[in-house]
């Protein structure tokens, strides 16, 4: 990643140009919450506190701190000088607020992209690394074109082309982060059912298979399959992914549901479903039988 610029004022820091965030507002407004929540405890201030002195409730006020809201200029500018907070660094969190409040490219694909999916992708965009365990289907970063519409059709055929194109367009954009000289680090444990399911049939499966074995040679890409010799494991639980951030206080375990998701940040799940992944990539084949496997499925397509 680029290089990290720091302000200081008295042990806090805040991150600014060049940083892992310059692309996603979403990082923006969660490393804003962050500093001010810091900021907050260091002048030795409790919330009510802050609500005494600005009127805003402390729920509110702790939704800022998470970054689950973001932070109005208005509100920044009061709550400054009861930090303690003076030039240049109150400029510096301003400027951080305004690029919270900016679009994400995912705006541009509208409905296809609902609030509980863009708060990921926002974390997506800026993450170093993301580790996924996936039981059922090829993770969406790793799809064709035409294993993506499969999925699509399967799973919500009622859906009109248009949202299909752009939902596609999405997966193309996304895959962009694993290429290039910012390539996120993915690491991937896919269980054996997601290389047997034909999903859109022999030709597409085949085509995505081969995808897999062509991309699991990048450097930045660390491809496993959980084989069902293996018997019982740790992801019985379900798939899951791991967004991983130079700041450790940012690491993110993200659970996908049936029209929402659940985000897990506190240190103690994101410990424990670390150490389930890793716990995974130790029971799974290594990277080079796993391209043998991979392969081996492909062929036995065509000779399907």
Same mark, same amino acid.
């Given at each position: 990643?680029?290089q990290?610029g720091?302000?200081?004022n008295?042990?806090?820091?805040?991150?600014?140009? *060049?940083?892992?965030a310059?692309?996603?507002?979403?990082?923006?407004?969660?490393? /804003?919450?962050?500093?001010?929540?810091? /900021?907050?405890?260091?002048?030795g201030?409790?919330?009510?506190d802050v609500?005494?002195?600005t009127?805003?409730?402390?729920t +509110?006020?702790?939704?800022?701190?998470?970054?689950?809201?973001?932070?109005?200029?208005t509100f920044? =500018?009061?709550?400054?000088?009861?930090?303690?907070?003076?030039?240049?660094?109150?400029e510096?969190?301003?400027? $951080? !607020?305004?690029?919270?409040?900016?679009?994400?490219?995912?705006?541009?694909?509208? &409905? +296809?992209?609902p609030?509980?999916?863009?708060?990921?992708? *926002?974390?997506?965009?800026a !993450?170093?690394?993301?580790?996924?365990?996936e039981?059922?289907?090829?993770?969406?970063?790793?799809?064709?074109?035409r294993?993506?519409?499969?999925?699509?059709? %399967? @799973?919500?055929?009622? &859906?009109?082309?248009e949202?299909?194109?752009?939902?596609?367009?999405?997966?193309?954009?996304?895959? =962009?982060?694993?290429?290039g000289?910012?390539? @996120?680090?993915?690491r991937?444990?896919?269980?054996e059912?997601?290389v047997r399911?034909?999903?859109?049939?022999?030709?597409? @499966?085949?085509?995505?298979?081969?995808?897999l074995v062509?991309?699991?040679?990048?450097?930045?890409?660390?491809?496993?399959?959980?084989?069902?010799?293996?018997?019982a494991?740790?992801?019985? $639980? *379900?798939?899951?992914t791991?967004?991983?951030?130079?700041?450790?206080?940012?690491?993110?375990?993200? /659970?996908? $549901?049936?029209?929402g998701? $659940?985000?897990?940040? =506190?240190?103690?799940?994101?410990?424990?479903y670390? %150490?389930?992944?890793?716990?995974?990539?130790?029971? !799974?084949?290594?990277?080079? &039988? +796993?391209?043998?496997?991979?392969?081996?499925?492909?062929?036995?397509? &065509?000779?399907g």
């Amino acid at each position: 990643m680029g290089q990290i610029g720091r302000a200081h004022n008295e042990g806090w820091h805040l991150l600014t140009e *060049g940083t892992m965030a310059d692309h996603s507002p979403t990082m923006r407004r969660r490393q /804003l919450g962050a500093e001010l929540r810091d /900021l907050r405890e260091k002048a030795g201030k409790t919330q009510e506190d802050v609500w005494e002195w600005t009127n805003v409730p402390t729920t +509110t006020i702790s939704r800022y701190e998470t970054g689950k809201r973001r932070v109005p200029i208005t509100f920044l =500018k009061a709550v400054l000088p009861l930090y303690g907070v003076g030039s240049p660094h109150a400029e510096a969190l301003e400027k $951080l !607020a305004r690029e919270a409040h900016e679009r994400g490219w995912w705006a541009a694909y509208g &409905d +296809t992209v609902p609030d509980w999916f863009a708060n990921y992708l *926002g974390m997506e965009t800026a !993450a170093d690394e993301l580790w996924t365990y996936e039981s059922e289907y090829v993770p969406g970063i790793l799809q064709t074109r035409r294993y993506t519409e499969a999925t699509r059709v %399967a @799973m919500s055929a009622a &859906d009109p082309l248009e949202v299909s194109e752009r939902l596609v367009a999405v997966r193309a954009a996304r895959q =962009k982060r694993l290429t290039g000289d910012e390539a @996120m680090i993915l690491r991937a444990v896919l269980n054996e059912a997601v290389v047997r399911r034909q999903v859109g049939g022999p030709d597409v @499966m085949r085509e995505q298979l081969a995808y897999l074995v062509e991309i699991a040679v990048l450097p930045n890409i660390t491809l496993q399959v959980l084989p069902f010799a293996t018997g019982a494991h740790p992801g019985m $639980l *379900g798939p899951f992914t791991a967004l991983r951030f130079p700041q450790e206080p940012l690491n993110t375990i993200y /659970l996908e $549901l049936d029209g929402g998701a $659940l985000y897990w940040e =506190k240190p103690l799940a994101v410990g424990r479903y670390t %150490a389930t992944f890793r716990r995974l990539t130790e029971l !799974a084949l290594n990277e080079e &039988d +796993t391209i043998s496997f991979i392969s081996e499925a492909e062929r036995s397509l &065509d000779e399907g």
